[in-house]
T-cell receptor, first 108, second 112 residues
Framework: EDQVTQSPEALRLQEGESSSLNCSYT??????LFWYRQDPGKGPEFLFT???AGEEKEKERLKATLTKKESFLHITAPKPEDSATYLC?????????FGAGTTVTVRA | EAQVTQNPRYLITVTGKKLTVTCSQN?????MSWYRQDPGLGLRQIYY???????DKGDVPEGYKVSRKEKRNFPLILESPSPNQTSLYFC???????????FGSGTRLTVV
């Protein structure tokens, strides 16, 4: 069974304080690893797709990396608007399996 | 605008009263799926569909039905809702098996 574990559960940062979120996974037949951002009461918003170990993607203050067993989402110099829950998910053919998420709070 | 549209956004109903949550996508996506999200349990897949008339169970299918008669629509049916189906529901679609899902805005269902 596919498993996705995210850590930490919650992260409180000062504005400008860089940090990293971890996503470790086990999956049969990885079709992709995905990062989403979710704001309270809203649907997950797609951020990145990573397909193979060594791959990296960047968007503004966010950078995602992938190894064979885990992925990291690095937040550089975060701002209050980066506060959200960040979800990691792995896909095999039809199913997207999600981790529980990391809730990031950035204080001004 | 490319999107997944769910209706209604909010629904309060009584135990046993059949209901349907509609989902439509305008991106010509092959894959569609329903998820429910509960505190502490995260997002769990209910059903998915690979194409018209092709559907299969996800992790938590009990108490739900789906159909895919047209490519763009994927309604979720609760024949006899129970309080344990109170949850936040998301419909999602993707172009192919290696692509990420695009999610709808969600339907908050309360069964009393």
């Amino acid at each position: 069974e596919d498993q996705v574990t995210q850590s930490p559960e919650a992260l409180r940062l000062q504005e400008g304080e860089s940090s990293s979120l971890n996503c470790s996974y086990t999956v049969s037949g990885l079709r992709g690893l995905f990062w989403y951002r979710q704001d309270p009461g809203k649907g997950p918003e797609f951020l990145f797709t990573l397909y193979s170990a060594g791959e990296e993607k960047e968007k503004e203050r966010l950078k995602a990396t992938l190894t064979k067993k885990e992925s990291f989402l690095h937040i550089t110099a975060p701002k209050p608007e980066d506060s959200a829950t960040y979800l990691c998910a792995v896909r095999n053919d039809y199913k997207l399996s999600f981790g529980a998420g990391t809730t990031v709070t950035v204080r001004a | 605008e490319a999107q997944v549209t769910q209706n209604p956004r909010y629904l309060i109903t009584v135990t046993g009263k059949k209901l349907t949550v509609t989902c439509s996508q305008n991106m010509n996506h092959e894959y569609m799926s329903w998820y429910r999200q509960d505190p502490g349990l995260g997002l769990r897949q209910i059903y998915y569909s690979m194409n018209v008339e092709v559907t299969d169970k996800g992790d938590v299918p009990e108490g739900y039905k789906v159909s895919r008669k047209e490519k763009r629509n994927f309604p979720l049916i609760l024949e006899s809702p129970s309080p344990n189906q109170t949850s936040l529901y998301f419909c999602a679609s993707s172009l192919y098996s290696g692509s990420g899902y695009t999610f709808g805005s969600g339907t908050r269902l309360t069964v009393v």
